[in-house]
């Protein structure tokens, strides 16, 4: 059953030889996709059994295929060259990717001695055993050479790489006692800076709580601002109302004064004639003892004196009533007066509360006044103070998004740290685990599964200070060498950006050197990075 193809379009760039042997870079899209090939369409014209390398764009991953089939339109089928590779990441719907079967021999170059643990395929296998020899890429001929078994191949050589693996060993178990007390700063460095954190936490805690006190104190003062300014209005409408009171007090002094003195006047003048009827009456009254006494003289004289007397009597009845009516009118008079007397007391009395009250409004309103000035005052110390909080909030903040930082550096050098010492770790097991042979060495530095070939393009290499752009001698699908003037260590974790493009986006795969060749003079360095992912 043929495997299932994905008609899907994804974004692909293209390395390798054409038909005129000339090396070409294409950007491309896939037109299908299978678990076990890939068809694709270029501008470039290719031959079947070709090897070219397809860079997925969307993820990043590279692997080497084999032209299978062209079509006159330039339409590929490519088939991987090693079949557990999948650099697409689909759901094909079928059983999932191919085991590496491949047999892995511990192989020594002829030429150079380079020792290193090679997958073979059947037929690579067969002619191993047939003939002893078979051919492989050497890193360091720089070419195809001749390999064979390690085992039988110079005794001294192997020596000498057990001397090199002893001092290896001793420089990693330096490296990793330097990575150990490294990692031992940072994790001292970590714990003073989550203490920064815990103290700039509870910094800005009591920032926001003295905040939250001072915006508190803000508004009671703003209520008693307010309840200032209600005081003053009232104390202003009360001292209105009795500003109002007293002139409608003084307005009726000012009228009852006139009446007043007229009803005086007219008591007075009651009173005045009240007494001379009284003086009046008295003389009648002598008067009326005299004819009395001269009556039994002269009996003419007597009815003229009765007659008189009589008329006398009737006057003196009628002033009598009349003094009684003066009296009462002197006594109404004089009540009125009293009356009007207490109106007036009672004004003036009224007049003067009022003038009291209004001297305790003109108070209370300079008391409001002052209270309104020592508020606004208040206000504004206030706002300073939150001012100051705010300030101190955000530099607390600040504070605290440093030790953040801070907390998050140190969290990646430790991990970093733990990642080296990991790796000291296996790569030390694995040489105590290592089969040795006959006492040969075995160098674990290089584990390459498939042939690295040459290609034009750009590659960004970039440390944790620093960065370069390069061109690679040679890539593989798990690595490539490249040369430069800058100084890498051995095991040291790099960033590689294969493809790098300036104005792109570019996929970094943290790396490691695995193989350092230093040049001499002008010459320039030579490095191996395996990517480790």
């Not at 954190?197 to 703003?222: G, I, N, Y």
């Not at 620093?466 to 690595?479: A, D, H, K, L, T």
Request: with cysteine.
């Amino acid at each position: 059953m043929a495997p299932q193809a994905i008609q899907k379009k994804i974004p692909i760039i293209v390395y390798g030889t054409d038909r005129k042997g000339e090396m070409f870079q294409e950007t491309s899209a896939t037109i299908a996709v299978a678990r076990g090939s890939v068809t694709i369409r270029l501008r470039r014209a290719l031959s079947a059994g070709a090897e070219v390398i397809v860079f997925n764009q969307q993820n990043g991953q590279q692997a080497e295929f084999v032209v299978e089939t062209v079509s006159e339109t330039n339409e590929a089928t490519l088939v991987p060259r090693e079949a557990s590779q999948d650099i697409w990441q689909l759901d094909f719907g079928d059983s999932g990717a191919v085991a590496d079967l491949r047999r892995q021999f511990h192989l020594v170059c002829l030429k150079c001695k380079t020792r290193e643990a090679v997958p073979l395929e059947e037929y690579e296998v067969d002619k191993l055993e047939r003939t002893g020899r078979v051919a492989h890429y050497c890193e360091g001929c720089g070419a195809d050479t001749e390999w064979s078994r390690s085992g039988a191949v110079d005794a001294a050589a192997g020596a000498a790489g057990a001397a090199r693996e002893r001092e290896e060993a001793g420089q990693r178990r330096v490296q990793r006692e330097q990575a150990e007390g490294e990692l031992q700063k940072l994790l001292q460095a970590e714990a003073e800076a989550r203490g920064a954190v815990e103290r700039a936490r509870q910094a800005a805690e009591k920032a926001s709580a003295r905040e939250t006190e001072l915006s508190r104190q803000f508004a009671d003062a703003e209520a008693s601002a307010r309840l200032a300014v209600d005081s003053e209005r009232e104390g202003q409408a009360r001292a209105a109302a009795l500003a109002a009171t007293r002139e409608t007090s003084e307005r009726a002094a000012q009228e009852m004064a006139p009446r007043i003195q007229r009803v005086e006047a007219e008591g007075r003048a009651a009173g005045e004639a009240a007494a001379q009827l009284l003086k009046k009456v008295e003389i009648s009254a002598r008067v009326a003892e005299e004819l009395k006494k001269e009556a039994g003289e002269a009996a003419r004289i007597a009815e003229d004196a009765s007659r008189r007397a009589e008329q006398a009597r009737r006057d003196v009845e009628r002033m009598t009533a009349e003094a009684e009516q003066a009296r009462a009118r002197a006594d109404a008079a004089a009540r009125s007066g009293e009356e009007l007397r207490a109106a007036r007391q009672k004004a003036a009395t009224d007049a003067e509360r009022a003038a009291a009250q209004l001297q305790a409004a003109e108070q209370a309103r300079g008391a409001a006044q002052a209270l309104l000035a020592e508020s606004r005052q208040a206000v504004s110390e206030l706002s300073a103070s939150l001012t100051q909080a705010a300030e101190a909030s955000r530099a607390a903040r600040a504070q605290a998004d440093e030790a953040a930082r801070a907390v998050e550096t140190a969290a990646v050098a430790r991990r970093a740290a733990e990642t080296a010492l990991e790796q000291f770790a296996e790569a030390r097991a694995e040489a105590a685990a290592a089969p040795v042979g006959n006492g040969a060495p075995i160098n674990w530095t290089e584990r390459r599964s498939s042939r690295r070939i040459q290609m034009q393009t750009n590659a960004r290499v970039r440390r944790a200070a620093s960065f370069e752009i390069v061109q690679p001698v040679n890539v593989s699908r798990g690595g490539m060498c490249f040369e430069s003037r800058s100084s890498y260590e051995l095991d040291e974790v790099v960033w590689v950006a294969m493809h790098f493009r300036e104005k792109g986006e570019n996929l970094e795969t943290p790396s490691r050197v695995v193989r350092v060749s230093r040049g001499g003079g002008d010459r320039l360095h030579s490095y191996g990075v395996c990517f480790d992912a």
